[in-house]
């Protein structure tokens, strides 16, 4: 039974920085691929970074490439999203999920079974 558990969110001002959190467990490290989506009222869900766990691969969406970056740490079976030089069009629900497979980009939000309740970053 997958669990994720996602922490971090908040409020900030412009160009500041946050560092989202997922905890998780229930999955097979071995083969699992965690990503990080987000969706703001009336627009449709994002995907922004993924990571196979196992073999570090990353992937990010263009819109966010240099400023966010994903990454894990293995004793905490937590996956991070660091968010830098946030912008207003940043605020949005944060959602992390995670699928027992290995995928070679960042593939929509239909390609993953399990998600957290989502952390809500808001910039202004």
């Known amino acids: 039974h997958v669990q994720l558990v996602e922490s971090g969110g908040g409020s900030v001002q412009t160009g500041e920085s946050l560092r989202l959190s997922c905890a998780g467990s229930g999955y097979r490290y071995s083969t699992a691929t965690m990503a990080w989506f987000r969706q703001a009222p009336g627009k449709e869900r994002e995907g922004l970074a993924a990571?196979?766990?196992?073999?570090?691969?990353?992937y990010y969406a263009d819109s966010v490439k240099g400023r966010f970056t994903i990454s894990q740490d293995n004793a905490k079976s937590t996956v991070y999203l660091q968010l830098s030089s946030l912008k207003t069009e940043d605020t949005a629900m944060y959602h992390c999920?995670?699928?027992?497979?290995?995928?070679?980009?960042?593939?929509?939000?239909?390609?993953?079974?399990?998600w957290g309740q989502g952390t809500q970053v808001t910039v202004s």
């Open positions: 990571i196979h766990l196992s073999a570090g691969n990353t």
């Open positions: 999920a995670n699928e027992n497979r290995r995928y070679y980009a960042l593939t929509t939000g239909y390609d993953y079974n399990y």
